[in-house]
């Protein structure tokens, strides 16, 4: 999942995603989970 939200960057909720991502990446994940929202965050910016 955290794969997909990173090709939403032309959605409305874009800012919101970002936001949801970086609260998620700062909690105790798993690396392989961390890479993947870091991933999307590069997209989504």
Do not use: C, D, H
Request: proline share 2%; glycine share 4%.
């Amino acid at each position: 999942m955290a794969e997909t939200l990173g090709w939403f960057n032309y959605s409305y909720v874009k800012s919101q995603i970002i936001t949801g991502l970086k609260e998620i990446a700062k909690t105790k994940i798993p690396k392989v989970l961390k890479a993947e929202i870091n991933q999307s965050l590069i997209r989504l910016n």
